[in-house]
């Protein structure tokens, strides 16, 4: 089973320069994150999609970033204008069940490292 | 909110020696809980959860954690570590019918020596 694709791998711009990265979820799996790694911390939920709705983007900086599920497949995030604050790792995971008596398992990519310079 | 805590940020053991991470966690409803681990060049990958029914639960590599409900605490285990389990941990918590975002603790980075 292919795992979560994300490009580009790395990125490095200039501050106040536009920057966007994709994720491919695993087949079938409806709910899809994005999740921001700041250096020497753990990984932040920025947005969630269920299908191609928004479920919780309580805690993206809508003033710069935005994102979007084509179709309730593949996603795209997108920041402008980049500050260096912004430099992390940007995660994309996925998982297949929607609700239920248990609880799913998240799959994680191998993440966007950006680099504002 | 949710909030997690991890105690130990670096953590270095010899090789056979046992291990145990702390983690706590602060929400006042029901919540499921996982360890992540992120070894060298790698994705994050879940190393075991919990979600209800016993609270000992036991994942892969021979690594173990316990919920203890009360002491809002799940800490890992393993009895002997080896070379190969350097790496980064991550206790996460998420609440609801378990699709929600997880919420991370900050990390503990692990090390080895043979």
């Known amino acids: 089973e292919a795992g979560v694709a994300q490009s580009p791998r790395y990125k490095i711009i200039e501050k106040r320069q536009s920057v966007a990265f994709w994720c491919n979820p695993i087949?079938?799996?409806?709910?899809l994150y994005w999740y921001q790694q700041i250096l020497g911390q753990g990984p932040k939920l920025l947005i969630q999609f269920q299908n191609n709705g928004v479920v919780d983007d309580s805690q993206l900086p809508k003033d710069r970033f935005s994102a979007e599920r084509l179709k309730g497949v593949d996603s795209t995030l997108k920041i402008q204008p980049a500050k260096l604050e912004d430099s992390a790792v940007y995660l994309c995971?996925?998982?297949?069940?929607?609700?239920?008596?248990?609880?799913?398992?998240?799959?994680f990519g191998p993440g966007t490292r950006l680099t504002v310079l | 909110a949710q909030s997690v805590s991890q105690h130990n940020h670096h953590v270095i053991l010899s090789e056979a020696a046992s291990l145990e991470l702390g983690c706590n966690y602060s929400y006042g409803g029901t919540v499921n809980l996982f360890w992540y681990v992120q070894y060298p060049g790698q994705h994050l990958q879940l190393l075991l959860k919990y979600f209800s029914g016993d609270p000992l639960v036991k994942g892969i590599k021979g690594f173990e954690a316990e919920f203890i409900k009360s002491k809002f605490s799940f800490n890992l285990r393993k009895p002997s570590v080896q070379w190969s389990d350097t790496a980064e941990y991550f206790c996460a918590v998420n609440s609801g019918g378990g699709a929600d975002g997880l919420t991370f603790g900050k990390g503990t980075h692990l090390i080895i020596q043979p």
């Open positions: 995971a996925s998982s297949l069940v929607l609700r239920g008596p248990s609880t799913d398992t998240q799959y």
């Open positions: 087949s079938g799996h409806a709910t």
